[in-house]
């Protein structure tokens, strides 16, 4: 017989991953800390700013399915598939809207791997009543909107708005982008 088979341990993030994994999780905490207050103030109902976890990915999940199908959307985003996909990118725009213990949103993107672009890829809101309602997209356009200043960034994208949600984005100061890509983008710049 042999020697018994030792068990393979995952190997360990690089100290710079593990720096960069904290340093974009602080940007985003701070952005969070800023942006709530002011939600706040701008709509008189609380509002808390969080990270996609474990607790929101359950939300979506086992909550927000029956108000969607109650109000005839049948094509909800499967948060927690988004939350793997992205997971590995440590600069990754990400954020619940809570109003106590109510999710109220969700959104997610990334920002190019140069200086220009913070890309919102992902945005829902629960179908269901909410002190948010109507307000969702402007509220998550601000926040984007103080993360890509963080980062630098000169533009924010959003990427394959559903067409129903356009006007809203055209209200909110996005245009189309004139670029040709395989991809559909409305995009403004980024205010500071």
Known sequence: ?????????????????????????????????????AIVAAYGTEAQLTMIGPAALEVSREIWPAAHGARGHSDQFRWDEIAHELRNRYDRFE???????????????????????????????????????????????????AYAVALERQILRLEEPVPTSVPICEDNGFALASEASPLTYYERKVTR
């Open 95 to 145: 954020v619940a809207l809570w109003s106590g213990e109510q999710l109220c949103a969700l959104c997610a993107g990334l920002p190019s791997k140069g200086p220009k672009y913070l890309t919102i890829r992902f945005m829902e809101s629960f179908e269901g009543d909410h002190p948010f309602k109507g307000l969702v997209a402007p509220i998550m356009f601000d926040v984007a909107n």
């Open 1 to 37: 017989m042999g020697k018994p088979m030792m068990k393979a341990t995952p190997p360990m993030p690089d100290r710079s991953a593990i720096l960069a994994r904290k340093r974009y999780q602080a940007v985003r905490q701070i952005v969070y800390d800023t942006v709530a207050p």
